[in-house]
């Protein structure tokens, strides 16, 4: 991976392409998507065809301008993205898709669901290494796991910690968190949980690869392909945003408060991913904080 990824020396980015790239990244986002739905109570097909539109435009403009020539890269993997959310949603929506989900078994419809998403994470791996060439470049290396947790000045650190220590804490904290959110509400009986014993295996197969597909999408892909224009913060909460914003309709959770929350989670998984120059720590972090809302939807189809 490039050294200036995490050069606190780095020269500060232009400000000019961190305000495209900002632009980039709302207007590829499901931002439109929201405002559509919280109008007229229904996305239109056209407005994935629109956002495919504008970047392709803007990928042939960048080969010609030199100022938007660096973010060229960047506008390929939001295509891609834009693409793969318009073929999912129309997946989702097809009668004869919920048809089919309809008579399975949730072991078969959440590993349907979890093989479509890891083809498009497997294209998007072809994809990036079309573009960067090594997988250190990319992050598609296991990274520093021993790697430290750059300090949080917000929070008034002045020294880094282990990231695993950091990253343990957060989790755990998010966990138990969600066991108010997710699991008691469902208030499960004695016999409901001995029935969802035999589950556990999927739910954690579930879990890792839901963290496998999102970690790369939604982060090595960004991550990768911003963090030298823009620097590691801008980089980190444009993916923390795009992710947070791809919640609101269907998400789990939804809604103004799924936004929030997925972004702040998307921050954090960002962080990882950036200070341990790797994929080995967020995925453990995201496929631990996944396992029990996958529980969750496990118990609520018994």
């Known amino acids: ?67 938007l020539r660096p ?23 097809s009668p004869a898709w919920a048809t089919w989900q309809a008579r399975q078994s949730f072991t078969v419809a959440a590993l349907a669901l979890q093989a479509f998403e890891t083809l498009a994470a497997l294209v998007m791996v072809g994809l990036l290494l079309l573009l960067h060439r090594r997988r250190q470049n990319c992050f598609l290396v296991w990274g520093d796991r021993p790697a430290m947790s750059a300090p949080l000045k917000i929070l008034g650190e002045k020294d880094p910690e282990p990231l695993w220590r950091f990253g343990a ?26 029935r969802f014993i035999p589950l556990i295996p999927l739910v954690l197969l579930l879990a890792a690869s839901n963290g ?14 911003l963090i030298e224009v823009t620097g590691k913060s801008n980089a980190i ?3 923390a945003v795009s992710f947070g914003l791809a919640h609101y309709i269907g998400g789990t959770p939804s809604g103004i408060p799924g936004v929030l929350i997925t972004a702040f989670l998307g921050w954090f998984f960002g962080k990882c991913m950036v200070d341990s120059r790797g994929f080995f720590w967020p995925w453990l972090f995201h496929a631990l904080q996944d396992i029990l809302p996958f529980a969750m939807m496990a118990l609520a189809a018994l």
Do not use: C
């Not at 804490?169 to 001995?194: H, K, W, Y």
């Not at 496998?212 to 960004?222: D, G, K, M, S, V």
């Open 1 to 67: 991976m490039h050294n200036g990824y995490l050069d606190q020396n780095a020269p500060a980015p232009d400000s000019r392409l961190v305000a495209i790239a900002w632009a980039l990244t709302l207007l590829a986002s499901p931002l439109s998507d929201i405002l559509y739905f919280e109008i007229t109570g229904a996305v239109p097909a056209a407005l994935m065809w629109i956002k495919a539109l504008f970047l392709g435009m803007f990928i042939l403009r960048s080969r010609a301008v030199p100022l």
């Open 237 to 239: 909460w444009m993916a």
């Open 71 to 93: 973010l060229g890269s960047y506008a390929l993997i939001l295509l891609a993205l834009v693409l793969w959310t318009g073929a999912s949603n129309g997946l989702a929506q």
């Open 212 to 225: 496998f597909n999102e970690e790369l999408l939604h982060r090595a892909a960004l991550l990768s392909t």
């Open 169 to 194: 804490i957060f989790t755990l904290i998010v966990i138990v968190a969600q066991v108010f959110m997710f699991i008691l509400p469902l208030a499960p009986t004695g016999n409901l949980l001995r």
